[in-house]
């Protein structure tokens, strides 16, 4: 009975021993190593705790394309008595010569060639790329071998894989890390601009802006085979890059794919590009600057009630006759050029709202605006379809105009004169206070012809950039072979430089002086009505006024008689 309790309590202690050291081990140890004898238990028992380089994520490492290998697969160690050692023995002689040319790879060469070692086929097509060219033939430690672009080497993934360094999302930036290196650039005689240019270019925009459809480096460039753009076997290089645009574009020809290269828009390599966007910034600079020192002394003006101290309408005749025969109104836009009015408002902000993300796709908001309207390839139908309305009622406007015109009723008032520039002098005076009396406008104001002109210049520009973007091949079968590459850049830079100016004139000049003045805020229904009250008519067309009054005096008289 006593060696039974004896046994009993034995037994009880040797369980509670047991199971302590049980649960103290599954503490320690995740629960693929509480189980398992393997030296790859103990490989990620010791790393997965360590806090320098030699740190590997668990989880990250059994989530990646290599998750279900050992780690042996790519170290070349042998574990002896739970410790491990290198060993160079148990790797091809393939991994160990293609090593000795990767001393720029960190400190085990071993593991970064291991590689070669599975991937035979990648490693025999990469073997004749630029890259293999720059670090077997040429001793270049800096030039991209597997993990370089890979990476990092212990979560690959997939190129399918959004997260993955070598997908269609990111690939972009992974070349960039060599290819936008200013030290690496001019250390080998690299084209600095290569990333800039892309990123600056339609392609790269789009891309930014998440385009499944726009071409990458892969693409054009190749991955594994990727060859210098001289090489006769590069797709860039001659015919080979008419065929390739071709696959795209249809249609593409030895001018159009001579269009882009990856030199950047300055005064060296596009001198025309580079000036024209000098220029067209100057423009913008100076026209914004003009306008808006104008509008500031408009508000001044409008402020300190100066506009209804100085009213005054002098009159060659009586006005009692006259004025009961006017009506309250008077018509100054008929109902066709409402029409015009109305489309054009719509497609011109239609279009910036869907294109000026094309212009910054750097900005946070760019990719969330981009997206409300389906994706970038159904903003561009949408963009397009906006031409297509804002050309329609361009027709439609010089179609009319060209109607009044064979019916003698299309007047001159419109066009630019001298005495513009000199109502906009007199008119500065008045409203910096030089001044007490306004200039007497006829039907259309300086400011109104500015308008008008101004939205003439900017439709044309537009359309003529916009349909070169939007049909590229045929333009550039159009235009002569001399002006490829330089025209593209032009034609971009005056595109989106002339839908910013669109936009201020439209949102800032416009607005204010038609809808936000004291005298018709909050809004000015001629554009609606198409009529100005008689009232307004004095004061703002006194010139206009006595027209009419002289046509009524005419009419009087004649009924008279």
Not at 390 to 398: E, F, G, R, T, W
Request: glycine share 6%; hydrophobic share 40%; with cysteine.
């Amino acid at each position: 009975m006593r060696n039974s309790k004896n046994t009993i309590s034995f037994t009880r202690k040797s369980l509670h021993k047991y199971l302590s050291v049980f649960f103290f081990s599954a503490l320690l140890l995740p629960s693929s190593a509480a189980a398992s004898p393997d030296p790859e238990v103990r490989c990620i028992v010791c790393h997965s705790r360590l806090r320098d380089e030699r740190f590997v994520d668990e989880r990250g490492y059994s989530e990646s394309v290599h998750g279900k290998l050992e780690c042996t697969a790519c170290h070349a160690v042998r574990f002896i008595k739970m410790t491990h050692i290198a060993s160079e023995d148990i790797v091809s002689d393939e991994v160990k010569e293609a090593s000795k040319y990767l001393n720029g790879k960190g400190r085990d060469t071993i593991t970064v060639a291991s590689c070669v070692g599975c991937h035979e086929s990648e490693n025999s097509v990469f073997r004749k790329s630029i890259h293999s060219k720059a670090i077997f033939e040429s001793g270049i430690p800096n030039a991209a071998f597997c993990t370089d672009c890979h990476s990092p080497p212990h979560y690959i993934k997939g190129a399918s894989d959004p997260s993955s360094s070598a997908s269609r999302q990111k690939i972009v930036e992974t070349c960039a890390r060599c290819h936008s290196d200013r030290t690496i650039a001019s250390r080998y005689g690299l084209n600095i601009y290569v990333v800039e240019s892309y990123r600056a270019h339609f392609h790269g925009k789009r891309y930014a802006l998440g385009s499944r459809e726009t071409p990458n480096c892969v693409i054009c460039h190749g991955s594994h085979n990727i060859k210098s753009h001289n090489d006769p076997e590069s797709p860039v290089f001659g015919a080979n890059k008419v065929r390739l645009c071709s696959r795209c574009h249809e249609g593409a020809t030895e001018e159009f794919a001579r269009a882009f290269t990856h030199r950047p828009i300055d005064a060296k390599s596009n001198p025309t590009a580079f000036y024209v966007r000098a220029f067209m910034v100057f423009m913008i600079l100076s026209v914004v600057s003009l306008l808006f020192i104008h509008l500031v002394l408009d508000i001044y003006s409008e402020i300190t009630k100066r506009r209804g101290k100085g009213r005054k309408t002098p009159m060659k005749f009586s006005l009692n006759t006259l004025l009961k025969n006017l009506p309250g109104e008077v018509e100054r836009m008929n109902i066709h050029y409402r029409i015009q009015h109305i489309v054009l408002f719509i497609s011109v902000f239609y279009l910036a709202a869907s294109g000026f993300t094309l212009k910054y796709p750097e900005l946070r908001i760019s990719r969330a605006w981009i997206n409300l309207w389906g994706g970038v390839e159904m903003a561009g139908h949408l963009h397009r379809f906006g031409a297509v309305v804002l050309v329609a009622d361009a027709i439609y406007h010089l179609g009319y105009l060209v109607y009044l015109a064979i019916n003698k009723r299309l007047g001159s008032d419109i066009l630019p004169r001298v005495k513009d520039i000199k109502d906009c002098w007199k008119n500065m005076g008045y409203l910096t206070g030089l001044s007490d009396e306004r200039p007497k406008f006829s039907r259309y104001t300086y400011l109104q012809k500015l308008d008008y002109w101004l939205v003439v210049i900017i439709v044309f520009v537009m359309t003529i950039t916009g349909f070169m973007y939007w049909f590229p091949t045929l333009t550039a079968d159009m235009l002569p072979g001399w002006s490829s590459f330089w025209i593209w850049g032009v034609a971009y830079v005056a595109h989106s430089t002339e839908a910013l100016i669109a936009l201020f004139f439209g949102i800032l000049w416009h607005l204010y002086n038609v809808h936000l003045k004291s005298r018709v805020f909050p809004m000015s229904w001629i554009w609606l009505t198409g009529k100005i009250p008689l009232e307004d008519l004095i004061e703002d067309h006194p010139l206009e006024f006595e027209h009419i009054l002289e046509e009524e005096k005419k009419k009087t008289l004649s009924q008279d008689s």
